[in-house]
């Protein structure tokens, strides 16, 4: 814990909470908390979460947060590799069976959180799932998980128990439980490339994998 509670570790951690912070201005303008407010809180948050990866993201054998160039081309490119590779799966197959089962929910607003029907809104998710959720969801808990148990894939199996809790959270309060077995495998199966991704390359590739997954968004 000494690591994680340094001045050094929380100034690197605040600069990266400042940058997530910024890509999820769009998101957080879509919802209805008052920007100032959604910001500074976001930016708190996010400096705790961004200060578990800078000083436990290297543990257990795992790459860390920054890699050597090598390192980091190999991993953008496997990144790259993957992302594209599941659009044709996610174009002909899981989006439209998703916005269906979205369409049913009790509310709409998770089919409009999920298939924005702008460009802007489609590059505020974007952005917002390659800062916050790739760090929040993915690198942060591997890197806790990691600190504590030693073991990267224990890590990696308690990172997607946590995913997993989320997703089933999220489908119980929209109504959705007769599809859990597909709400809940989708995200822990992109979650699990991702972790990963972050393991073996650090957290860039990872970050390049959701972006470039949610790119297809773009398409018309």
Request: aromatic letters at 10%; glycine letters at 6%; one cysteine or more.
């Given at each position: ?7 050094s ?54 790459a860390g ?43 709409h ?40 148990t ?14 997993l ?18 709400l809940?495998?989708?995200p ?16 860039l ?7 470039v ?8």
């Amino acid at each position: 814990m000494r690591t994680y509670f340094t001045t050094s570790n929380f100034v690197v951690a605040a600069i990266m909470s400042a940058i997530v912070t910024l890509l999820s201005v769009g998101r957080l303008l879509q919802s209805e908390m008052p920007l100032f407010t959604g910001v500074v809180m976001l930016f708190i948050c996010m400096t705790l979460v961004c200060a578990a990866v800078t000083a436990w993201g290297a543990r257990a054998g795992m790459a860390g947060a920054w890699t050597d160039g090598r390192t980091l081309r190999q991993g953008l490119l496997a990144a790259l590799t993957l992302a594209l590779a599941l659009w044709p799966i996610y174009l002909l197959g899981l989006d439209p069976r998703l916005r269906a089962i979205l369409a049913d929910a009790e509310s709409h607003e998770m089919l409009r959180l999920a298939f924005p029907s702008t460009i802007w809104a489609c590059f505020a998710l974007i952005l917002w799932a390659t800062g916050f959720q790739t760090l929040f969801l993915q690198a942060a808990p591997m890197s806790l998980a990691a600190r504590l148990t030693g073991h990267r894939f224990a890590a990696l199996g308690l990172c997607l128990l946590f995913r997993l809790y989320l997703a089933h959270r999220q489908v119980v309060e929209a109504g959705l439980a007769e599809h859990m077995p597909f709400l809940m495998t989708l995200p822990a199966a992109i979650g699990l490339v991702g972790c990963l991704l972050f393991a073996r390359f650090g957290l860039l590739p990872a970050m390049c994998f959701v972006a470039v997954l949610n790119a297809r968004l773009l398409l018309p």
